[in-house]
């Protein structure tokens, strides 16, 4: 049932619909006078980049092994990643599809634009906004013939999103929408794509309780504001109504601050999030190795802090360790780049499930077989913020002492009018 409106929501449609008939041609004139060579078009080449790998962070480098990890090589639908010796090289004839830094867990690949951190910030300000947020990909933008919406976030290919971050999303936001017309995987030469998509999402809905939309005809298509978003905008010009017109400050931004703040609040809760994590397990391991905590692993690490109870319905295994079988040799420690196992100096085997990604190749490296992957405890995955509990729990002593001093004052004004009245009646 849709929400009611109330006499502010009348006023923003009073609004719109005299914008709309004062302008019925929106910018079709100016689009006609302007130059054709002006004009942009949608351009497939503009959302592509040739992945940059860095092979200090592969998994399977670092563990010597070429059965430690093959995600990227099985994944890429041509063939394009090679990885030899301390090298991960991608070859010429790369597709840009983007599905290898989606499946790689330490993120050997960097595409900037399709960073998880980058790609949350930016469909979060969306999904924040309007009613609706899609995420499609070039071949489909490329059908319907124009440059993408506002709400419209355009891959290379919808595989190139993490569980990770489907994940963070659909924890934090129930409007976001795939937009993939048929016959648009059906033909597409990305032939992993589809089926990379297709699992990243499904467990993203598992572990959340969530569904992503699908949308397969343009018609369905929506780009209207959130009706927060248009009263946020709608208050800010009211209450900038009396400034001066040379103010700086514009009564149309107010929307976007909004969501700004939003994206913000994120952010800052991945920084509270970290400093927590560092401040519980430490920064380094006790071979004074930093651990690294990849950026899929912070977007959704930051969602469980906000929710805890999400983390009940992951199913991430961690290795663990028969210390009957184990030599100390520290191969499992070479094999991990996130610096996720530590081995102490009685020889004590253990993994900080945060920083784990869950990849094996510890496992796979280890030469004795005293590694196995098995379910973490979940409840790993929650960091208690032992600054933000101590602040609280001083805010909440402080409380009390008001309150008892209030109390006190109560008593005693009590006691005062008593008296008073005592005398009066003497």
């Known amino acids: 049932m849709g929400e009611k409106h109330d006499m502010i929501d009348d006023i923003i449609d009073i609004q719109q619909d005299w914008r709309a008939v004062s302008n019925p041609l929106g910018n079709l004139a100016g689009t006609l006078a302007a130059n054709p060579e002006d004009v942009r078009v949608f351009d497939p080449a503009d959302y592509k980049s040739r992945p940059r790998a860095n092979s200090i962070f592969c998994a399977r480098v670092a563990a ?52 998880a951190k980058n790609l949350y910030d930016q469909i979060a300000r969306l999904a924040g906004a309007y009613e609706q947020c899609y995420v499609t990909c070039t071949r489909a933008m490329g059908r319907l013939g124009r440059l993408p919406k506002e709400n419209e976030v355009v891959l290379p290919c919808v595989g190139a999103m993490g569980e990770d971050l489907w994940f963070a999303l659909l924890a934090d936001y129930g409007n976001v929408s795939v937009y993939l017309p048929l016959g648009i995987c059906d033909k597409c030469r990305t032939t992993t794509g589809e089926e990379a998509y297709a699992d990243q999402i499904s467990r993203a809905e598992e572990w959340t309780n969530g569904a992503v939309g699908l949308e397969v005809d343009a018609k369905d298509l929506t780009h209207e504001f959130t009706r927060a978003y248009k009263r946020s905008q709608f208050m800010g010009s009211v209450a900038r109504a009396g400034q001066t017109l040379v103010s700086a400050t514009n009564p149309a931004l107010a929307g976007a601050q909004a969501v700004a703040r939003k994206i913000q609040q994120h952010s800052d809760r991945i920084y509270d ?10 920064e380094k391991t006790t071979s004074n190795r930093r651990r690294i905590l990849t950026q899929k692993r912070k977007v959704m690490l930051a969602s469980i802090q906000q929710r805890p109870a999400l983390a009940k319905h992951l199913d991430l295994l961690v290795p663990t360790c028969d210390a009957t079988r184990c030599t100390m040799c520290g191969d499992c420690l070479a094999a991990c780049p996130q610096h996720a196992c530590d081995l102490d100096q009685n020889g004590r085997f253990s993994v900080e499930a945060a920083y784990c990604v869950n990849c094996g ?16 405890d979940t409840a790993d995955l929650v960091i208690r913020d032992e600054e933000a509990e101590r602040k609280k729990r001083a805010a909440a002593k402080q409380k009390a002492k008001v309150e008892e001093a209030r109390a006190r004052g109560k008593r005693q004004l009590k006691k005062g009018l008593d008296a008073i009245e005592h005398l009066a009646d003497e």
Do not use: W, Y
Not at 86 to 103: Q, Y
Not at 367 to 373: D, H, I, Q, R, V
């Open 64 to 115: 010597h092994n070429e059965s430690a990890c093959n995600r990227c090589i099985e994944v890429c639908p041509v063939d394009a990643i090679t990885i030899e010796g301390s090298s991960v090289k991608v070859a010429d004839n790369c597709r840009k599809c983007g599905l290898c830094t989606a499946v790689c867990p330490t993120e050997v690949f960097l595409v900037q634009r399709i960073m």
């Open 273 to 282: 999030m970290q400093r927590a994590l560092e401040q519980t397990v430490g």
């Open 361 to 376: 190749a510890c496992a796979v490296a280890c030469p004795e077989g005293a590694l196995e992957m098995r379910p973490c």
